[in-house]
């Protein structure tokens, strides 16, 4: 009987924690995105506005579903009663109503939605829900990161939640090796080095597991990298002999293919790739020991050539220097010049870079290596080390660029910490889905 209340006790309280994320959600939707929540995929909604009281009330009836879930039944607080159905998803509610309910609730609750029960645990792991927000145009921005050799952990900054990743099972040659990583689609690559060549290891989101991934048709390191949506592009880099390329491949997070593209004009390593303007960038890096490269290219996806821009990252890269930090965020680049600490920002029309205001932390003492710099949603976000009397942690600051520039400094928010880890961040990655 203890056990059985136990387990009882047990789902009310994840549901209404469920329950509580999905209210706020639902309680901030009475637009016309809410209308199309409310329709569903299969349906168009004609309603461009809801009464205000609509939401509240729809907040109400799913308060019921989802307590019924956890068997629940019974009387509530306006006396009425509510039974559940065994052969809905939600009882009470059409499939296809719940379902854009729970697209809803946060990433993070997932793993709560799937002890509920098997018909719960088989939605989440079909991974349905994460094409439905995709449609619905809802997007969770989470911080990806490994600082140390336990592991890979996820932070939600919305929830301020860490979660550590299942362990790798990769052997102990890459495991010790340098890595990169980016995050495409609901994915994220790390790339590495096992004893014979170079490997990939994917972790999906949705099935949270990692999986050996399909190489690419010419294995590099150090090589620059973007992502647009589900799919990526990585180029130049070096391959495992030392040789610098300037070959360039996309991969596709559905299929999980690499194809090549056209070289770039100039090889290069140690570079950073992004995307501006639904075009792929690629800058820095040197294209030998001795040689840095100021200039940039330009991929565009619809013609498929590759564009020199001249003078587009005029900062010298050291062969002991980080790759660029940059970023993007409502389609505007932003990087870290390492020597000054300082935030610039890409003047697309003139092709030139101006001051904005300093770091958090200091990039210079380590040449940009160990320090994250990425682009969270609709804020740049630094990820770095910081030693204090009760230790060693990592700390994330984030600003949002809408915020201005205020006396010559920007307003860095620390919006996470993650302490008694090294002050090294050896990967790091932000997956939006």
């Not at 559940?84 to 499939?95: E, M, Q, R, T, Y």
């Not at 070959?247 to 390593?269: C, F, K, Q, V």
């Not at 600490?341 to 160990?370: C, F, H, I, Q």
Request: hydrophobic share 35%; glycine share 10%; with cysteine.
């Amino acid at each position: 009987m203890t056990h059985n209340v136990m387990i009882n006790l047990t789902k009310q309280s994840k549901v209404s924690v469920i329950y509580h994320r999905l209210q706020l959600s639902l309680s901030l939707s009475r637009s016309h995105l809410f209308s199309q929540f409310l329709a569903g995929p299969r349906q168009h909604a004609r309603r461009k506005t809801f009464p205000a009281s609509f939401a509240g009330d729809l907040t109400i009836e799913i308060r019921y579903r989802l307590y019924a879930l956890s068997g629940l039944q019974g009387r509530v607080n306006d006396g009425r009663r509510r039974y559940g159905s065994s052969d809905s998803l939600v009882p009470g509610l059409v499939d296809d109503v719940a379902l854009n309910c729970l697209a809803w609730a946060c990433r993070s609750d997932y793993a709560s939605l799937s002890c509920i029960n098997t018909k719960f645990n088989k939605l989440i792991k079909s991974g349905y829900l994460y094409e439905l927000r995709k449609q619905l145009g809802i997007l969770e921005h989470w911080v990806y990161l490994v600082c140390d050799l336990r592991g890979w952990e996820a932070f939600d900054p919305v929830s301020k939640k860490w979660m550590t990743l299942p362990k790798m099972p990769c052997d102990e040659c890459f495991n010790h090796a340098d890595k990169e990583s980016l995050a495409v689609g609901s994915q994220l690559l790390v790339f590495g080095r096992e004893l014979l060549d170079f490997a990939i290891w994917k972790y999906s989101a949705i099935h949270r597991s990692w999986v050996k991934c399909q190489g690419m048709n010419q294995p590099r390191c150090l090589f620059g990298s973007g992502s647009l949506g589900s799919i990526s592009i990585v180029a130049g880099g070096s391959d495992k002999n030392g040789n610098v390329l300037k070959s360039a491949e996309i991969y596709d997070s559905e299929s999980g293919r690499w194809e090549m593209l056209p070289n770039m004009h100039t090889p290069r390593r140690l570079c950073t790739g992004f995307f501006l303007d639904s075009k792929f960038y690629v800058i820095g890096g040197m294209s030998s020991p001795t040689e840095s490269l100021t200039c940039g290219e330009e991929y565009d996806l619809e013609t498929g050539k590759w564009r020199k821009i001249e003078g587009m990252f005029p900062y010298v890269n050291r062969a002991a220097q980080a790759p660029p930090l940059v970023a993007v965020v409502d389609n505007q680049l932003y990087a870290v010049e390492y020597l000054t600490n300082m935030v610039k920002k890409y003047d697309k029309e003139k092709n030139t870079w101006d001051v904005l205001g300093r770091l958090p932390v200091r990039a210079d003492s380590s040449n940009g290596w160990g320090l994250a710099f990425k682009a969270c949603g609709k804020e740049l976000l630094v990820v770095g080390g910081q030693r204090g009397p009760e230790g060693e942690g990592i700390v994330l600051n984030s600003w949002s660029p809408k915020s201005g520039v205020k006396n010559g400094t920007l307003d860095w928010k620390v919006i996470g910490v993650k302490e008694h880890v090294g002050v090294f961040v050896y990967n790091c990655a932000v997956m939006g889905c």
